[in-house]
T-cell receptor, first 112, second 117 residues
Framework: SQQGEEDPQALSIQEGENATMNCSYK?????LQWYRQNSGRGLVHLIL?????REKHSGRLRVTLDTSKKSSSLLITASRAADTASYFC????????????FGQGTTLQVKP | GAGVSQSPRYKVAKRGQDVALRCDPI?????LFWYQQALGQGPEFLTY????????KSGLPSDRFFAERPEGSVSTLKIQRTQQEDSAVYLC???????????????FGPGTRLTVL
């Protein structure tokens, strides 16, 4: 069973706008990761935030983590049509074995 | 190759047939994971290897599912007597070490789409 809940399930925006996706989880974590999946392709790692971090940036991506609320958000700024994909959060538990528990994902459509 | 490869990319099986899905991880990567992704869902963990040792198989749905990695590199996921509910994309991922510590980032293959008729 999946641990993560993501919202919204689907998001449609215009190019240039910002996109925000949220993720909630249930148990203690070592880290939380965000992945992107283009239609029919494998997952690509975007960014990782550790349990002792609150915010992290990578290019146009900004991730926040609130361990007290067991939630995270992914912000994509100045979106591009190429950002159209499904985005998944995934948590790695405190045991740090590498086993990832994924959310159900947010499908993002960026209209040119 | 530079990335994780999986074969076949697509597999159609009749209900009751056995299938074998192959994963070639990134060379030298210690850890290998299998995930199952149903249509419209996120991936779900199946099993995990560290080198040739299968350390966690808690996600395998039934005893019809079997995975091996005999030499600590290539892995095979075998599904016996396939059922329609086994239809999904099967993803393989690997991760290596950095500075003697396991890197948290997993590198995923393109997946094998299994359709059971």
């Amino acid at each position: 069973s999946q641990q993560g809940e993501e919202d919204p399930q689907a998001l449609s925006i215009q190019e240039g706008e910002n996109a925000t996706m949220n993720c909630s989880y249930k148990t203690s974590i070592n880290n939380l990761q965000w992945y992107r999946q283009n239609s029919g392709r494998g997952l690509v790692h975007l960014i990782l935030i550790r349990s002792n971090e609150r915010e992290k940036h990578s290019g146009r991506l900004r991730v926040t983590l609130d361990t007290s609320k067991k939630s995270s958000s992914l912000l994509i700024t100045a979106s591009r049509a190429a950002d159209t994909a499904s985005y998944f959060c995934a948590t790695e538990g405190a045991s740090n074995t590498g086993k990832l528990i994924f959310g159900q994902g947010t499908t993002l459509q960026v209209k040119p | 190759g530079a990335g994780v490869s999986q074969s076949p990319r697509y597999k159609v099986a009749k209900r009751g047939q056995d299938v074998a899905l192959r994963c070639d991880p990134i060379s030298g990567h210690v850890s290998l994971f299998w995930y199952q992704q149903a249509l419209g869902q996120g991936p779900e963990f199946l099993t995990y290897f560290q080198n040739e040792a299968q350390l966690d198989k808690s996600g395998l749905p039934s005893d019809r599912f079997f995975a091996e990695r005999p030499e600590g590199s290539v892995s095979t996921l075998k599904i016996q007597r396939t059922q329609q509910e086994d239809s999904a994309v099967y993803l393989c991922a690997s991760r290596g070490e950095r500075g003697g510590f396991l890197n948290n980032e997993q590198f995923f293959g393109p997946g094998t789409r299994l359709t059971v008729l």
